[in-house]
């Protein structure tokens, strides 16, 4: 049987409010998106042709936009 982290869970309800909230611009709600997500991110930055620091910038910058977008 797999390990899995249960820690890090977190509901699909708890996620939309999150973002919700993030969109009325509680910094707060908008930090736990990105410790959310943290792990994601350097993974995805790996795959990015520059210095890592500023992959992850770039890719924290458009997740904050598409979340204040959509």
Request: glycine letters at 2%; charged letters at 25%.
């Amino acid at each position: 049987m797999e390990k899995q982290n249960v820690e890090g869970t977190i509901s699909n309800a708890e996620i939309s409010q999150l973002i919700l909230e993030a969109k009325q611009a509680n910094h707060g709600s908008t930090l736990k998106l990105l410790q959310l997500f943290k792990k994601d991110i350097n993974r995805m930055s790996q795959f990015i042709r520059m210095p890592k620091e500023d992959a992850v910038s770039h890719i924290i910058v458009e997740f904050l936009e598409f979340i204040k977008k959509s």
